[in-house]
């Protein structure tokens, strides 16, 4: 059953934090020792495709048949692909947390902006649970985790956004550290990443620029694992995430050009930086903990599609409604623009113009020329996903559905995508359409997409067709030849290997409580339990 929120309603509720970041613990649990963990993230890893070419990646090959304990986790990046960092920083899942992709839709100024803006951090404030550790008494280093939170506030050592897979400020628990870190190691040596189709040439620049990367980031994580005393690190490496969009070389034409073994390169040098982290971390108090959030795959994007086909049911809702053809659409001018300039000239310009710039031409591409009022749905930024937003009067300021309408508008809305075919073969575009409220229920669940496509072919189509819309012809312009899965895993080597709390382990969620019961002398089910008991008042 569809459920929303108005206006007013979901005003009241910002700044408010999830239950789970706010947990109420004792604080007499006792501290395990000297116990340490090292949690290593490689950012979009495919276990697959390591799996397949473990005789040129020794470090992770002695992981997984010698020293370490592999789970294969649940994430929500089987739906929600970019919610995963913040599923696993607050123990939460993605109703409970509220982030779905870093460019997120604000229904106030109807327009979207990046989740690591100021607005953005109060209104959807995120607490990792290493702050926690860090008030408890844990000495904790983070660097580069994946999460929207200024590290400026952060109660221990942390840095955000030095070299990270989307673009944004970088920021530090303390300056000098961060000015430190880019004089020794470069400014943000993993770079931008363009999603436009690349020559071979291209290409090989990213592969050459990652490995790179890899190498500037394994560099200063040792630096920081030397300087800092701590007993939790954490770090995370992105450039497997960039090399798999890219350099993923697949059978269709949707993706870029590259060499066949680039992507292993990159795998190769990932593997080169593990050893010598673990080397350095090597003693017996230290668990190490070698993980990746979601996977990579052969790109299933369909979402060059989304914006005609939903301009053209618009259309014939608006129609039937109002009993009469409703007006032609005006043209999104900067969407035809980007279409027209060649890929080339766009790999340049982002290089060129700033984050504001940019973000200035998606919002245009993705709302140019909407007469909201005659605009029943519309979809969300993504990473190729099928994500959709009714505009709901009473919810988004120029709203254009009825409450009374919404029933019966998401009823039509299925029945008319699951009617669109392939030409070519006959099979359908969607296999199934999720409500977001079912599946991720909670107190900021009103932020996510209110549907969820789950798209049914192995690659972009290239034609579409259905009684309702006619014929669509497109094609992904992306680039992107890899895109994510849900397929997440976790190994654990060292002491911790043997821990109790491994086996509860199932979903990237669970990871919180885990890395917990490491640090401190309680199973995850005893930890779990106690966070969700209510806080006890002395009063």
Known sequence: MFRYRTRGRSLATRGAKPARTQAQVSKTVKVNGDARVLAICVDSMSLDFARAHLGRLPALRTLLTADGALKELTSPADRLTASVWVSFATGAQPGAHGHYYPFQWDQE?????????PDWRARLPVEPFWHDLARRGVKTVAFDP???NDAASAPHTEIINWSYQSSGAAS?????LLAELRRRFGRRPIGKEVPVPKTLAQSRRIRDDLIRSIEAKAEAALWLMAREDWRFFLTAFYEIHRAGHNLLVVGGDFGSEADPDALLAVYEAQDRALGRILEGAADANTTVIFFSLHGMEPNRAQDHFLAPLLAR???AWVAHREGAPAPARPENLMARLR??????????????????VQDWVVNRALTGGADWSRTPVFRYASGGEGYLRLNIKGRERQGCLD??????FVTWLKERLCEIRLPDSGGPLVR???DARDLYPGER???LPDLIIDYAPDEPAHAISSPAIGRLDAHLDTGRGGNHCGAAFMIVAGPGRTHAATAEVRDIHDMRTFIESLLFDQSCAARAAAESMPARSDA
């Open 109 to 117: 100024a109807m327009a979207f902006s990046r989740v690591s803006s």
């Open 146 to 148: 994946g999460t929207p």
């Open 172 to 176: 530090a628990s303390d300056p000098a």
């Open 313 to 315: 049911l618009s259309g």
């Open 339 to 356: 279409a027209a300039v060649p890929a080339h000239i766009q790999y340049s310009l982002a290089y060129l113009l700033g984050e504001h």
């Open 403 to 408: 409450r009374d309408e919404v029933p019966g």
């Open 432 to 434: 199934a359409i999720y």
């Open 445 to 447: 669940a009103e932020y």
